[in-house]
Nanobody
Framework: VQLQASGGGLVQAGGSLRLSCAAS????????MGWFRQAPGKEREYVAR????????DYADSVKGRFTISRDNAKKTVHLLMDNLTHEDTAVYYC????????????????WGQGTQVTVSS
C-alpha cells in the first residue's frame, strides 16, 4: 500500500487542523492505520491508531481529548482531526499502515507516507 499525507500547515495555538492520508493499492481495510509525528531533534513518536473496521481507536496521552482519528475504507482514507493545538504539537506528521493492533511503536508499521509539516505558532 502507498500512502500520501496532506493537510499540514501553519496554525495559531488553539487552532485546528485536519490531516488526511490517502492510500492506493489493495487491501487498505486490512491494515491498522496510525499517525506518528517527529519534531526536530526528537525521535518519531506515536500519536494515534485506528483498527481495521474503524470501530476502535487509541491515542497518546499527549493528544488524548484533542485529536480524533477516523477512517473511510471505501475511500481508502484516514484522517486526524487536531483541535486545541499547542506549540508542542509542531512536527512532521506521518501516516502509517501496520498489521497488528497490539503494537503502537514505529516497528509495528510497515508502510509510511511522506509526512506533512504542522507548525503551531505560540
Amino acid at each position: 500500500v502507498q500512502l500520501q499525507a496532506s493537510g499540514g500547515g501553519l496554525v495559531q495555538a488553539g487552532g485546528s487542523l485536519r490531516l488526511s492520508c490517502a492510500a492506493s493499492g489493495r487491501s487498505f481495510s486490512s491494515y491498522v492505520m496510525g499517525w506518528f509525528r517527529q519534531a526536530p531533534g526528537k525521535e518519531r513518536e506515536y500519536v494515534a491508531r485506528i483498527n481495521r473496521g474503524g470501530t476502535n481507536s487509541d491515542y497518546a496521552d499527549s493528544v488524548k481529548g484533542r485529536f480524533t482519528i477516523s477512517r473511510d475504507n471505501a475511500k481508502k482514507t484516514v484522517h486526524l482531526l487536531m483541535d486545541n493545538l499547542t506549540h508542542e504539537d509542531t512536527a512532521v506528521y506521518y501516516c502509517a499502515a501496520g498489521n497488528s493492533w497490539q503494537v503502537s511503536t514505529t516497528h509495528g508499521y510497515d508502510y509510511w507516507g511522506q509526512g506533512t509539516q504542522v507548525t503551531v505558532s505560540s
